[in-house]
């Protein structure tokens, strides 16, 4: 039988000692983090390896505490590489035989002393091997840190994906995004160092932000709600590497409320409204005053519908009371005077007073315009509020409606947005259920149907 080869960090000879497999090792993994409160969701079968191989020397703090505590000893040591002996070492080491070895001395007689055993002298000589190794490292570890330019470049590239995304196809958007969230997670695999790591984790969480946005937008729930935990998990590390008191700190909580608006929205378009409604109130009070409009906004149309009229009220006055005034930064849709506009339209139809919401409709369709021809998901949306409105009426006008909503799927223009076709299948389905005669409503229904089917299939599992 051949010879198993030997394991190359600490970790993996632990593992081989105990018998355990990969996947046993993850699922001791997974226990351990939920014994010890550690807020991590395991560890796949790919990064296991990848510890066990030694490719990767530092994990993140979360990883080092649970192994840690799996196995009672420091993280560095158990990733460094393995210093048990070889089966043929072994056989030296229990034979432990000292060679004598004869000393003269000036008055002419000679000393009989221990020579160094052969595993000594074969330890020594290993030990000296490692010296070039040791110098790689030294090189790795100095050459591990983007340079002050590239980190730059990527905090600028991060920006101009918050100022266009409003403009830009999504299908255009998610090669770029994805290629330089995959480039930093790359870096951060690495030995980047302290004083590093908290900005690349942060610029990570943001790119994995917007990656869940692109998801959620092409109805891929299931991709957006990956992106989201990989983006809190950064928000969560971020946290604790970046100094107290600082504006980067800041960033760190407008992440997290962006994260939260977005859950919400996926709760809210599958459904769950309750559970939208909770989520955005849960981060509502401490949120980053960029978000803190948008997650009022997001609880109250989602509190509307979940049955709870006065608290969807309360959710709007906190909205208007906190509207942003100010310049765009990474996250949702910006909760200023259009984005109020919107939400009070939408939400005051969820409760059935469609005059008031359509007033309102008529004026964040207008600002929304005003504020950007090409936000197309925005006046796509807007235009969907004003057909709810036109729903909600005392005296419905089935016609304006349809009209209304033809215009929020025709603005998208071959880019396909779920929110948009969504929200227009919807009330279309309600008109035709009402007035299924009217040319209007039958038109709708077609160019929903041809909407639908620009969007790629849904993950919504």
């Not at 700190?249 to 962006?258: E, I, K, N, Y």
């Amino acid at each position: 039988m051949p010879p198993q080869p030997r394991p190359r960090t600490l970790l993996a000879h632990l593992l081989v000692q105990r018998r355990w497999t990969v996947e046993d090792f993850c699922r001791h993994y997974a226990d351990t983090a939920a014994a010890i409160g550690a807020d991590t969701y395991g560890v796949t079968d790919r990064q296991a390896k990848r510890w066990l191989a030694g490719t990767v020397a530092r994990p993140y703090p979360v990883a080092r505490r649970v192994l840690e505590a799996m196995f009672g000893i420091d993280s560095d040591v158990l990733l460094s590489p393995s210093d048990r002996p070889s089966g043929r070492d072994a056989a030296f080491t229990l034979q432990r035989r000292m060679v004598p070895a004869w000393i003269p001395r000036d008055d002419g007689h000679a000393t009989q002393v221990e020579e160094a055993s052969p595993t000594d002298r074969r330890d020594a000589l290993r030990l000296l091997a490692l010296g070039p190794a040791a110098a790689e490292l030294s090189h790795r570890i100095a050459r591990a840190d983007p340079d002050p330019l590239t980190l730059d470049q990527y905090e600028a590239d991060l920006h101009h994906v918050a100022d266009t995304y409003r403009n830009t196809p999504h299908a255009t958007l998610a090669a770029t995004v994805g290629t330089r969230w995959q480039t930093i997670e790359d870096v951060l695999d690495g030995r980047v160092s302290p004083r590093v790591r908290g900005r690349m984790t942060l610029l990570a969480g943001n790119f994995a932000f917007y990656l869940g946005t692109l998801a959620f937008d092409l109805a891929d729930d299931r991709s957006a709600r990956s992106f989201f935990h990989v983006a809190t998990q950064h928000a969560d590390e971020a946290r604790d590497l970046l100094p107290t008191h600082t504006s980067t700190r800041s960033d760190v909580t407008l992440l997290a409320g962006s994260v939260a608006a977005m859950r919400s929205s996926v709760a809210y378009f599958t459904g769950a409204y309750a559970q939208a409604a909770d989520i955005a109130a849960a981060a509502r009070p401490d949120a980053h005053p960029f978000t803190r409009p948008i997650l009022a906004g997001c609880e109250a149309r989602a509190i509307a519908l979940a049955g709870r009229p006065d608290d969807a009220r309360t959710a709007l006055a906190d909205m208007q009371e906190h509207v942003w005034h100010g310049g765009i930064m990474p996250g949702p849709n910006p909760g200023g005077p259009a984005f109020v506009q919107g939400f009070l339209a939408g939400t005051l139809g969820h409760l059935g007073d469609g005059h008031t919401a359509e007033q309102h409709a008529r004026t964040g369709l207008d600002a929304e315009i005003a504020a950007g021809p090409g936000h197309y998901v925005q006046i796509g949306g807007s235009y969907n509020t004003l057909c709810r409105a036109y729903l909600r009426r005392t005296n419905p006008e089935p016609e304006q409606a349809a009209d209304a909503a033809t215009r929020a799927l025709t603005v998208l223009d071959g880019r396909p947005s779920r929110t948009v076709i969504q929200n227009a299948g919807q009330m279309w389905r309600e008109m035709h259920a009402r007035w299924p005669d009217l040319p209007a409503i039958r038109d709708l229904g077609e160019i929903v149907t041809v909407s639908r089917n620009a969007l790629p299939s849904p993950r919504t599992t």
